[in-house]
């Protein structure tokens, strides 16, 4: 019987175990993952044998110790404005706290001397709202994907004669018993007072049938569908050399939609990302500038909620992405230019763009992929961010599609994040509250006081 077994060893599941034996280190805690160990996740797209995604059983871009944030950017937003309703079951206060609280470990483990970037008295707020775009407050560690790395192996080399680490191991199925909670692995299963569920957005179908097994509600969440954005790091570098990431939302003239940047990384890389088998892109940068591009990407998105009669958000999304791999094997990519004159792009014309392409993508026309509504929007988003970004609306200015970022069904918890059963938690991404590493972090530390304090 161990007093806390957490599922997902992604930053929710990390922090949690990390505060528990801080503050109860004679408490018996198995962490389940699914994926690898840190230094045993590697994913197989090498660019020359390997050029597309192989769909590897276990993503190691998704899964594995550290979660979907392993091989990411490392940029931890500290604030409420986005990045997950935390705030909204813990309070404002508290969760900026624990923001800070995750933050100062993080510098602790390896962080020290990164930079704090904060929109706190930037003028570029002000040219943003002369130019119809709102850009919204927050500070923002980079830790950037190598001392992310290195944050993550050092808190594993503390955790790891600590608390109990299962590699390889996905949580099939999670049961109530008397006094707590039964966890099955394969043949294997384990008793536990206490259960943290920390599965993020790779384990958000495994989640949905853990709820419907345990009779613990849901509701649908939104899907945020688009494209990721690739320019010369120069036509961005006012803003991201000051702010780092810039959150600009800006609403349509058209259809009075709301399109947002999101996850901005200057001189950075894209990515492919592997969700439940369906490949998206995504993106990160180093902070070691020897490992950095002449690029800058950033996505920008569009929020679709259905509710009556459809309510599978995420499966629309799925829909729209699954077509762009069913035309590409993959990620598409397009030039701008050659997306506003009518015409797909081809791999001449993108081997002759000024713009050079970190991801190898299929060259294509993402107007066959994404709805007319969501590429409008963007296009004009692309006009508003040249106002005062000028160049963003170039020829050359690269556009993979499809991004989508899911959420999870949102789990009804209550205020402490307990689901109807005492003692199962559910938190991170997989709860359908966060969708940020500061938000996951933090959630993992509440629960973990919580179960201290009992
Ligand atoms: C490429 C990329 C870049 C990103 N960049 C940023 C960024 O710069 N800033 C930011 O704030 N966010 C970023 N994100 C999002 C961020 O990584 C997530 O918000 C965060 O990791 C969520 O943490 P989590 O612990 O809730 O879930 P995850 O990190 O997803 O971890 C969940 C873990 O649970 C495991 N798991 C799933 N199902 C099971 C099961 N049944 N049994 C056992 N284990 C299971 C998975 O293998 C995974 O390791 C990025 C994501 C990606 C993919």
Redesign the pocket.
């Known amino acids: 019987m161990y007093d806390l077994i957490i ?7 990390i922090f949690t175990a990390y505060e528990l034996i801080e503050k109860r280190p004679e408490l018996k805690i198995a962490v ?4 690898n160990k840190l230094d045993e996740r590697k994913c197989p797209i090498d660019g020359d044998k390997v050029k597309s995604c192989i769909h590897c059983a276990n993503c190691s ?4 110790f550290g ?3 392993a ?7 500290i604030t409420n404005d986005f ?1 997950g309703t935390l705030h909204s079951y813990i309070g404002k206060k508290t969760a900026l706290e624990l923001m800070e609280y995750v933050d100062k470990i993080n510098l602790a483990f390896g962080g020290e001397g990164t930079k704090l970037y904060s929109t706190t008295g930037s003028d570029i707020k002000k040219r943003c709202l002369q130019s119809g775009l709102h850009l919204l407050d927050a500070s923002v560690r980079h830790l950037g994907t190598d001392k992310n790395f290195i944050v993550l192996s050092r808190l594993y080399d503390h955790l790891k004669d600590k608390v109990e680490f299962h590699f390889n ?3 099939q199925k999670v049961e109530k018993i008397a006094d707590g909670f039964r966890v099955y692995n394969g043949e294997d299963s384990y008793e536990t007072q206490n259960c943290v569920i ?6 958000s179908k ?1 989640m949905e049938k853990v709820c419907k097994d345990l009779g613990i509600g849901t509701k649908s969440n939104r899907v945020d569908i688009g494209v990721r954005v690739e320019l010369p790091a120069e036509i961005f570098a006012h803003l991201t050399d000051e702010l780092y990431e810039s959150k600009i939302v800006f609403r349509t003239s058209k259809y009075e939609d709301l399109v947002r940047t999101f ?1 901005m990384n200057p001189r950075g890389e894209v ?1 492919n ?1 592997n969700t439940n088998g369906i490949v998206t892109v ?1 993106g ?1 940068s180093y902070e070691d500038p020897a490992k950095q591009t002449n690029n800058t990407n950033f996505a920008l998105l569009v929020a679709k909620h259905f509710s009556e009669p459809f309510k599978d958000s995420n499966g629309y999304g799925e829909s729209i992405a699954k077509l762009s791999n069913m035309l590409g094997g993959g990620v598409i990519v397009q030039r701008f230019g050659d997306l506003i004159r009518g015409r797909r792009s081809n791999e001449e014309r993108i081997s002759e763009s000024f713009t050079v392409p970190t991801l190898n993508a299929a060259a294509g026309d993402l107007s066959l992929v994404l709805p007319k509504r969501i590429l409008d929007g963007i296009i004009e988003m692309i006009y508003a961010l040249d106002k005062i970004a000028p160049g963003t609306a170039n020829d050359d200015t690269l556009l993979y599609g499809v991004e989508v970022k899911f959420y999870n069904m949102e789990v009804e918890l209550d205020k402490n994040l307990m689901s109807c059963h005492k003692g199962l938690y559910v938190i ?3 709860s359908g509250i ?5 938000h ?1 972090s933090a959630s993992g530390v509440y629960v973990a006081r919580q179960i201290a304090e009992k």
Not at 71 to 77: H, I, L, P, R, V
């Open positions: 599922i997902g060893a992604g930053p929710g599941g389940f993952e699914m994926g871009i998704m899964s594995g979660g979907a944030g091989f990411s950017d490392g940029k931890y937003n990045g191991s996905p949580i920390s599965v993020g957005r790779s384990g495994w996850c990515v990302e995504n990160h991170g991404d997989g966060t969708h940020s590493l500061s996951a």
